[in-house]
């Protein structure tokens, strides 16, 4: 079975300049999740997806980033204009149907961002 | 940030003794889930605990969910080489909020 594969696996960007991660899911997996995860700290969920439907964007600053999951499969998490301060790894996870509970999350490589 | 708190932040091991990491909540979880992250890997599942005092085992690992849902700890015993890692608990809280703690890192003297 794949897993969850995401890209680019790096990305190296100026300050003030757009950049885009893709991620695919486990197929069959409806819930999707990016985080963002800085050196010497857990991942911080950035938004969750169960299909289609953004049903937790509360930590996701929406002044300068968006996400969609269009088809409820792949999904695309983007930063426009990019800060020095978004230098991290966002990592993208999914897992089978939400029922008020959570399930075992796969994650996927993450891509690392580097902010110049 | 983090509404869950790990400690201790690192733990410096010698090969062959047991440890324990502490994962601590201030509101009561409905789940917790444990991963492990090796160094320049991604988070890997280990184990998720539902009810409370909840014990689960997987060969030398020993998870523990507390009575109050509060809190949970993982045991190593007989550390080894391959257990190096970062150790993450990731809670539910009764809003459907997930938060990750921000990990033990373990490093092992062999």
């Known amino acids: 079975e794949a897993g969850v594969v995401q890209s680019p696996r790096y990305k190296i960007i100026e300050k003030k300049q757009p950049v885009a991660f893709w991620c695919n899911p486990i197929?069959?997996?409806?819930?999707l999740y990016w985080y963002r995860q800085n050196l010497g700290q857990g991942p911080e969920l950035l938004i969750r997806y169960e299909n289609e439907e953004a049903v937790d964007d509360s930590q996701l600053p929406k002044d300068r980033f968006s996400a969609e999951r269009l088809k409820g499969v792949d999904s695309t998490l983007k930063i426009q204009p990019a800060e020095l301060g978004d230098s991290a790894v966002y990592l993208c996870a999914s897992s089978s149907s939400w029922s008020g509970s959570i399930y075992e999350q796969y994650f996927g490589p993450g891509t690392r961002l580097t902010v110049t | 940030g983090q509404q869950v708190m790990q400690i201790p932040q690192y733990q410096h091991v010698q090969e062959g003794e047991d440890f324990t990491t502490y994962c601590n909540s201030s509101?009561?979880?409905?789940?917790i889930q444990w991963y492990k992250q090796r160094p320049g890997g991604h988070p890997v599942f280990l184990i998720q605990l539902v009810k409370s005092g909840e014990v689960k085992k997987q060969k030398r690992l020993t998870f523990q969910f507390g009575e109050a849902k509060k809190n949970s700890s993982l045991h190593i015993t007989a550390t080894q080489t391959t257990d190096v890692g970062t150790y993450f608990c990731?809670?539910?809280?009764?809003?459907?909020?997930?938060?990750f703690g921000a990990g033990t890192t373990v490093t092992v003297r062999a």
């Open positions: 197929s069959g997996h409806n819930t």
């Open positions: 509101t009561t979880l409905s789940n």
């Open positions: 990731a809670g539910l809280r009764g809003d459907y909020k997930l938060s």
